[in-house]
């Protein structure tokens, strides 16, 4: 009889959460919407970034890079990505097509074997030339690759934030979920937290040093990356960025990664 009457009232509890668990879905994805929409319209940019890694003893090597970015209206953005610095990997450049419903194009272009070589969705998870950045964090947000929910608010460093975890649906992401910290005063990214297959927690984003451009889109001109686990970190440091600079699909295609200097 008890065991009986224990059962009833779980089902019972779980029966009644089962509406707070649709509203806490609901609430995190209108998050994420209004995060996506409020960065809509920017067109196509160009960046100057300062790439430093650092290993867990500290000592830290640092790379230069510059970033094409061209927005898409009805797929993922698009991104090009080239080092000029150190010397030994200057010419190296990153091609990145995001897609909301399939999956992403990857392609990685190393003068030193002169070749072009495609990122397999399966390598996605490892690290971006070397970083504690992934392949997988290099690309666009896309609505449709995530399942949400909202779990709290929280004061972060002084910003009331949204905290809403974000589980991806692709099977070959190298993470399990994610919780994502969002401002409520400009839905800017203050914090992401990453946890592995497992459930561990892997690596942490942290973002600093927002600017804000054409009087709406704001840019973070400081990342940090820090690996848990490894106690490596990354920063990508914003040096510069310009928006309408002209760029136009053409010069995002495979064959741009070979011609670039």
């Given at each position: 009889?008890?065991?009986?009457?224990?059962?009833?009232?779980?089902?019972?509890?779980?029966?009644?959460?089962?509406?707070?668990?649709?509203?806490?879905?609901?609430?995190?994805?209108?998050?994420?919407?209004?995060?996506?929409?409020?960065?809509?319209?920017?067109?196509?940019?160009?960046?100057?970034?300062?790439?430093?890694?650092?290993?867990?003893?500290?000592?830290?090597?640092?790379?230069?890079?510059?970033?094409?970015?061209?927005?898409?209206?009805?797929?993922?953005?698009?991104?090009?990505?080239?080092?000029?610095?150190?010397?030994?990997?200057?010419g190296?450049?990153?091609?990145?097509?995001?897609?909301?419903?399939?999956?992403?194009?990857?392609?990685?272009?190393?003068?030193?074997?002169?070749r072009?070589?495609?990122?397999?969705?399966?390598?996605?998870?490892?690290?971006?030339?070397?970083?504690?950045?992934?392949?997988?964090?290099?690309?666009?947000f896309?609505?449709?690759?995530?399942?949400f929910n909202?779990?709290?608010?929280?004061?972060?460093?002084?910003e009331?934030?949204?905290?809403?975890?974000?589980?991806?649906?692709?099977?070959?992401?190298?993470?399990?979920?994610?919780?994502?910290?969002?401002?409520?005063?400009?839905?800017?990214?203050?914090?992401?937290?990453?946890?592995?297959?497992?459930?561990?927690?892997?690596?942490?984003?942290?973002?600093?040093?927002?600017?804000?451009?054409?009087?709406?889109?704001?840019?973070?001109?400081?990342?940090?990356?820090?690996?848990?686990?490894t106690?490596?970190?990354t920063?990508?440091?914003?040096?510069s960025?310009r928006?309408?600079?002209?760029?136009?699909?053409?010069?995002?295609?495979?064959?741009?990664l070979?011609?670039?200097?």
């Amino acid at each position: 009889m008890f065991s009986l009457l224990r059962t009833v009232s779980v089902f019972c509890l779980i029966w009644l959460a089962l509406p707070l668990l649709a509203d806490d879905a609901a609430k995190g994805r209108q998050i994420a919407e209004e995060f996506k929409q409020r960065d809509r319209g920017w067109g196509d940019s160009e960046s100057e970034l300062l790439m430093i890694l650092r290993n867990a003893a500290g000592q830290q090597s640092e790379r230069r890079m510059r970033t094409l970015s061209y927005e898409m209206q009805d797929d993922g953005d698009k991104a090009l990505t080239i080092f000029d610095e150190p010397r030994d990997i200057r010419g190296s450049a990153f091609l990145s097509h995001s897609h909301p419903n399939a999956e992403d194009d990857q392609w990685l272009y190393l003068p030193s074997l002169k070749r072009t070589r495609r990122i397999a969705s399966r390598n996605k998870s490892g690290p971006f030339m070397a970083s504690e950045f992934a392949y997988e964090d290099m690309t666009s947000f896309e609505l449709e690759k995530f399942a949400f929910n909202y779990l709290r608010d929280e004061n972060l460093n002084g910003e009331l934030c949204f905290v809403i975890e974000q589980k991806p649906t692709d099977s070959f992401s190298g993470y399990s979920t994610t919780h994502v910290w969002i401002d409520q005063q400009h839905y800017r990214l203050q914090k992401v937290d990453y946890y592995d297959r497992k459930g561990s927690l892997l690596k942490t984003l942290t973002l600093h040093d927002y600017q804000q451009y054409l009087d709406k889109f704001w840019r973070p001109h400081r990342m940090t990356m820090l690996n848990h686990q490894t106690g490596k970190s990354t920063d990508l440091l914003l040096q510069s960025i310009r928006f309408g600079t002209g760029r136009v699909e053409a010069d995002f295609d495979v064959a741009a990664l070979e011609r670039v200097r």
